[in-house]
């Protein structure tokens, strides 16, 4: 079993920024493939990012060239660097780990973008 707990949420103005973390329980972070998903008000859950154990890293759709996922093994440690903001941004961020056929989730971290 591994415990997923995120971090980092909160209120911000369009055009800023939040680093999400999410820290994982257990001895094999490392091997690993960590995602963030979110979850927009009225909407159905999406995938934002994701990144391998290797490090490879994959952002999705309209977060491309403003969000960025990163990890730090040593930690158990995965990171969703978020910039230039927008209110559609606005959503609950969930942290995920998959190994195998293994998947867990987070309860989720509220993000709002709002002047």
């Known amino acids: 079993q591994v415990q997923l707990v995120e971090s980092g949420g909160g209120l911000v103005q369009p055009g800023g920024s939040l680093r999400l973390s999410c820290v994982a329980s257990?001895?094999?972070?490392?091997?690993?493939?960590m995602g963030w998903y979110r979850r927009a008000p009225g909407k159905q859950r999406e995938l934002v990012a994701t990144?391998?154990?290797?490090?490879?890293?994959n952002c999705v759709g309209s977060v491309k060239g403003r969000f960025a996922i990163s990890r730090d093994n040593a930690k158990n440690t995965v990171f969703l660097q978020m910039n230039s903001l927008k209110p559609e941004d606005t959503a609950v961020y969930f942290c995920i780990a998959r190994y195998g056929e293994y998947e867990y989730w987070g309860q989720g971290t509220q993000v709002t973008v709002s002047s």
């Open positions: 990144i391998s154990s290797g490090g490879g890293t």
């Open positions: 257990g001895s094999i972070f490392s091997m690993y493939t």
